[in-house]
């Protein structure tokens, strides 16, 4: 049948990487997103520019209104009074920095976020053409919250790195780097003393973010965990409700909760602990560049403009180390989900899928021919589902397919589609090798009708016409008709522009199939594939519909997938399948005379 069921596939529950699985490459990751600004890298530079620009302004501002004071000092020390104009003039210039410095500061931020935003829309842009690109056995292997977590929570996370944590970075080595500068300038000694909270600073932060990585990459994963328990929790409440599972999804949750709060309070804790055991080495050094600052001034080793000015510099040289500190935490953060990121972008994708193609073919020239020649499969090598299948259906052939669950039938069907490629052997439509085609074009020859409906959020009218996009309101009212719906669909208020919930909640299962067969039925395709087609309608709306298919066949060839044997004793050829193998064929009639298994399989379901 299927491959694996969503959930529990290679490398942990959902598909999910366990610790050690997958090798974690942190400059490698870096690199690769590098890669993603290299484009941009002229208004990057822009933007170095103008938060260097920004932060220059904001550090010479200090010392400016260091000679404010001194100004004011000077007067009132000379008796002569205090040279207002001189005055006015410095605090003038100490406004007009001030406000360059907001100029420059918002347009950095300006071009930073609109790079920020084509990269992110970049991102999701490939990782969306990927997910189109990758083979079904990806998705047997993912849950559908997991991939939803890369592709919101993960992008949302490098997003605000980009926008907010790279201005920052650059803005805080800018400002370290000149007030480094501005304290040389006023004082050799005060610096060294003030430059203490340095290296204590960077051990500090060395030491917790060598601890935090492991503890980041665990929250971005069990975030993924929590995302998808909650998505298939919700979309199956009801079965959970029905065999009282809630004590059993309440569990499997909490577990997931339990470890994303476990590695979410230590990141965070570890994170936190940064900006107060910085503040205290800083506001240590502090303590010391007043006092020594008060016996330099006291011998007339340095102003008293210069002092303040000095402390504005060592309160400001604080703040910048803890940002920097802060950084380097989201970038542990950002470096894991980007990581999570590139590696759904790097995921191999389906085989050919970007060979020309040696052959196109018209669908409506197609006469439907389906030969399956040695053809051998199995979703893991060491487990074959499909052994050595052969058989060919002739154009026009209604061919069914029986056998117990597991017995490969379902799996001949994806493999007729190239959802999977094969592992020996060939199928060919009228002669022709399917891997000569593009899948595009293969697909272009099948209708489908599976067991589980699918209808996205949308009109009545909208999910018959997926069939045939471009298809009049005639031609998807007639297809409704032809599939026994048109009454039901004309009883609603709204009728055809009937609005179908996100979870298709608001109509019944049975309605849901009649939709997808109309679906089918507006599609029109050479070749038909039905799988348990009428699993879910009553007797009676199976009967219309068997009689309405038995229309739509004629003249195509048509796979039919049943589970019921009395819904295909009109079938052309028979083919019971066990284990992969072709263990009878022929006509109901025939298979039935012979005594075999399919005879035991039918009137097993006439058993009393």
Not at 59 to 70: E, F, H, K, N, Q
Not at 152 to 158: A, L
Not at 421 to 433: K, S, T
Request: negative net charge.
């Amino acid at each position: 049948m299927t491959g694996g069921k969503k959930g529990h596939g290679p490398g942990g529950p959902g598909g999910k990487m366990m610790p050690g699985e997958k090798a974690r490459d942190f400059r490698g990751t870096l690199k690769k997103f590098a890669g993603y600004l290299k484009p941009y890298r002229f208004r990057l530079f822009i933007v170095f520019l103008f938060a260097v620009a920004s932060t220059i302004f904001n550090i010479v501002s200090p010392t400016v209104l260091g000679r404010a004071t001194d100004k004011v000092v000077e007067g009132l020390m000379s008796g002569g009074g205090i040279d207002f104009e001189g005055l006015l003039f410095i605090l003038m210039m100490l406004l007009a920095m001030y406000g360059l410095s907001l100029l420059f500061g918002v347009a950095q931020g300006w071009i930073m976020s609109d790079v920020s935003q084509k990269v992110i829309y970049n991102l999701r842009e490939r990782m969306s053409v990927k997910l189109d690109r990758l083979p079904l056995k990806f998705f047997d292997s993912k849950t559908h919250g997991e991939i939803q977590s890369r592709m919101i929570n993960d992008i949302e996370t490098v997003n605000q790195t980009l926008s907010v944590s790279l201005t920052q970075m650059i803005t805080s080595f800018t400002t370290i780097i000149g007030i480094l500068i501005m304290m040389l300038r006023i004082n050799l000694l005060m610096t060294l003393l003030a430059l203490v909270v340095l290296p204590a600073s960077m051990i500090v932060i060395k030491l917790v973010v060598s601890r935090s990585q492991r503890h980041f990459r665990n929250q971005q994963k069990y975030l993924g965990l929590v995302n998808g328990h909650v998505e298939e929790m919700y979309t199956g409440h009801d079965i959970i409700k029905a065999y009282n599972r809630e004590e059993s999804s309440e569990s499997r949750f909490t577990e997931y909760n339990d470890k994303l709060y476990e590695s979410a309070w230590k990141s965070q804790f570890l994170s936190g602990m940064m900006m107060p055991v910085t503040v205290l080495i800083g506001n240590m050094a502090y303590v010391a560049v007043c006092l020594l600052g008060g016996y330099l001034a006291i011998h007339g080793k340095v102003s008293i403009g210069d002092i303040q000015a000095f402390i504005q510099y060592v309160r400001s040289f604080n703040q910048p180390i803890s940002q920097v500190a802060n950084v380097a935490n989201q970038l542990q953060s950002t470096a894991a989900a980007a990581e999570r990121i590139f590696e759904l972008i790097e995921e191999d994708e389906e085989v050919d899928i970007d060979k020309v193609p040696e052959l196109v073919m018209d669908a409506d020239d197609v006469k439907g021919r389906v030969a399956f020649e040695h053809v051998s499969f199995g979703y893991n090598e060491n487990e074959p589902v499909i052994r050595d299948f052969s058989f060919t259906a002739q154009p026009g052939q209604r061919v069914a397919i029986v056998g117990p669950t597991g017995a490969g039938k379902t799996t001949i069907v994806k493999l007729l589609m190239r959802f999977y490629e094969l592992g020996n052997g060939h199928i060919r439509i009228d002669g022709h090798d399917i891997t000569e085609l593009s899948r595009s074009n293969l697909r272009q020859m099948f209708s489908m009708v599976l067991q589980d409906t699918w209808l996205n959020s949308g009109t009545i009218r909208e999910n018959i016409r997926y069939g045939s996009p471009e298809a009049a309101d005639e031609e998807v009212e007639a297809a409704a008709a032809a599939a026994h719906i048109d009454h039901f669909i004309k009883t609603q208020p709204k009728g055809y522009d009937m609005e179908i919930n996100e979870e298709a909640s608001n109509i019944s299962q049975g309605q849901k199939q009649l939709l997808t067969i109309a679906r089918a039925f507006l599609a029109d395709a050479p070749i038909l594939i039905l799988d348990e087609a009428t699993s879910s309608v009553d007797t009676r709306t199976e009967a219309l519909i068997q009689k309405a298919m038995a229309n739509l066949m004629e003249g195509r060839t048509s796979f039919i997938i049943a589970h019921r044997l009395s819904t295909i004793k009109d079938a052309d050829h028979i083919l019971v399948i066990d284990h992969g193998d072709i263990i009878e064929q022929g006509t109901h009639e025939s298979l039935l005379a012979q005594g075999g298994f399919y005879s035991k399989l039918y009137n097993s379901q006439f058993a009393e």
